[in-house]
């Protein structure tokens, strides 16, 4: 392991070397176009030995991905936005291949207005396609959870893609410090991948996608959901293993900071997250019983590490980067129904902000806490959700 | 087992994770069923260019050694590329039912 200084999509096409991927199709977009540019350049350069593909577009990328991916070959691509939109068909069929494709999506928002800055719209509009998503906040996060991304996606108990988020810009074009691991180290973490279920063998032919009737169809959705609900306890195992090998553990699906003994907890994804806890230690030393939960997975929803939190807490402040259009922020949409099932009613307030990469700020996020630990102490649960800094 | 096949799953258990099939005759069953109209040969007018045999989308036209066609019924779905594309017209397209030889 070694240090080096580097963006974040630098550090995740290093991340494809360490992780020995044998097949990058992509297709340039900002701010993701960076990443695709580092691996052609180890690829040239001879020091990523596998195949890049050039594609047309994010749709054949993703196609492309499904067909390398389904011959057996751990696969990678990366995108943006608008592209993560035209991979869409690709993205479902994927899933239901079952086919364990490591995509890293830099968050950025969905034209029009033509704006390159972060928002979760693109992401957050493929949570019920069965991929997996983790939301990072640094570039060693982002380069470490790519490696891990492909272990949970090969094993066996899951086998479903895995998207990685990285704020757009935020994340993607600042440089900092990571820890790079040889791709001789990360062998005793990721052996090569072996289909255990179908692949595209000419001495073994099969035909895939084939025509399934009502009788069995529904099964073969009940199985997708399993395979992403499994990534839960699956990640579980292999942060585990990550920690023990290379001494790196990010927090599992949720990442706490003085939860504890906390009244009020601030959720969030992405670069805000970390943001935060700045925000948290301003308010402790103002006397505020407040805690950090960076949302690190959203799907699978970590449900019971939401219920073992809303039991403690009198009230959650849930920060979107996204709106799910006609009903509030996606994410504590998700805490609220989480916590339906369960006799504790804390407060969950859902916030939208930072949209179009505007800037959420420590001031931001402590206006947003205190507005959520003012209503515990009023008990009114105020409107549905609350736009922040809308002008 | 990868590319295992089980054609009658009586559970989830025995279904892979997702829908694959050998390639074998017939795995749907014979979808000459679904055809409406009838390819018929007329052997006196055929040339054995072969354009048929080329151009069947379905690959159910067989060849003898000296190039003369014949059509698998039992998968022919009747789409009517081959009458389509005989440069001699000799291929007609008969209604289903309508030939007294292939009922009989």
């Known amino acids: 392991m070694k240090t080096e200084l580097m963006s974040a999509n630098y550090a995740a096409a290093r991340a494809v070397m360490s992780a020995r991927v044998e097949v990058v199709p992509a297709y340039p977009i900002t701010p993701a176009t960076t990443i695709p540019e580092q691996i052609a350049l180890l690829n040239e350069t001879g020091q990523w030995p596998g195949q890049f593909i050039r594609v047309e577009s994010e749709h054949s990328a993703m196609f492309a991905c499904i067909g390398a991916s389904s011959t057996g070959a751990r696969t990678f691509t990366a995108t943006s936005s608008n592209g993560l939109l035209l991979m869409d068909e690709g993205l479902h069929w994927a899933t239901a291949a079952r086919l364990p494709i490591v995509l890293a999506n830099i968050n950025r928002s969905i034209s029009p207005s033509w704006n390159i800055h972060v928002t979760h719209d693109d992401s957050m509009s493929k949570a019920t396609s069965g991929w997996i998503q983790f939301y990072v906040s640094s570039v060693d996060e982002f380069y470490h959870t790519i490696i891990q991304a492909f272990k949970l996606a090969e094993d066996e108990r899951v086998l479903m893609p895995v998207m990685v988020n990285a704020d757009g810009f935020v994340l993607s074009h600042t440089l900092s410090t990571y820890d790079y691991l040889e791709p001789e180290e990360v062998d005793k973490f990721l052996p090569p991948y072996k289909p255990p279920h179908w692949v595209m063998d000419p001495e073994n032919p099969v035909s895939h996608g084939n025509i399934v009737f009502p009788e069995h169809y529904q099964e073969f959705r009940y199985a997708m959901h399993e395979g992403t609900h499994n990534a839960m306890k699956v990640y579980e195992e292999v942060e585990r293993e990550y920690k023990k090998l290379f001494g790196k553990y990010f927090g599992g699906p949720i990442d706490c900071y003085k939860c504890d003994d906390a009244e009020v907890v601030f959720t969030s994804q992405g670069s805000v997250a970390a943001e935060a806890k700045d925000a948290i230690d301003e308010l402790r030393e103002e006397g505020y019983k407040v805690g950090n939960a960076r949302m690190r997975m959203i799907r699978p929803f970590p449900v019971d590490r939401i219920r073992e939190l809303g039991s403690r807490v009198k009230g959650f402040a849930s920060l979107d980067r996204s709106v799910s259009y006609g009903y509030g922020g996606p994410v504590a949409n998700d805490i609220r129904a989480t916590m339906y099932n369960t006799k504790h009613r804390p407060i969950i307030k859902s916030y939208i902000g930072g949209l179009g990469g505007r800037d959420m700020t420590v001031p931001d996020i402590k206006e947003v806490i205190l507005d959520t630990v003012k209503a515990v102490e009023t008990g009114e649960t105020g409107p549905e959700e609350t736009w922040h800094d809308l002008r | ?104």
């Open chain 2, 1 to 104: 087992m990868v590319n295992e096949v089980n054609i009658d799953p009586k559970s989830r258990a025995d279904m892979p994770t997702t829908s694959y099939s050998k390639p074998v005759i017939g795995a749907t069953g014979k979808t000459g069923s679904w055809r409406t109209f009838t390819p018929k040969i007329d052997y006196d007018e055929c040339s054995r260019c072969r354009t048929c045999w080329l151009h069947c989308p379905e690959a159910v036209i067989t060849l003898d050694e000296d190039g003369t066609p014949h059509i698998d019924l039992d998968y022919c779905k009747g789409c009517g590329c081959c009458a389509e594309v005989c440069p001699k017209k000799c291929i007609a397209m008969i209604r289903v039912g309508f030939d007294e030889e292939e009922s009989a």
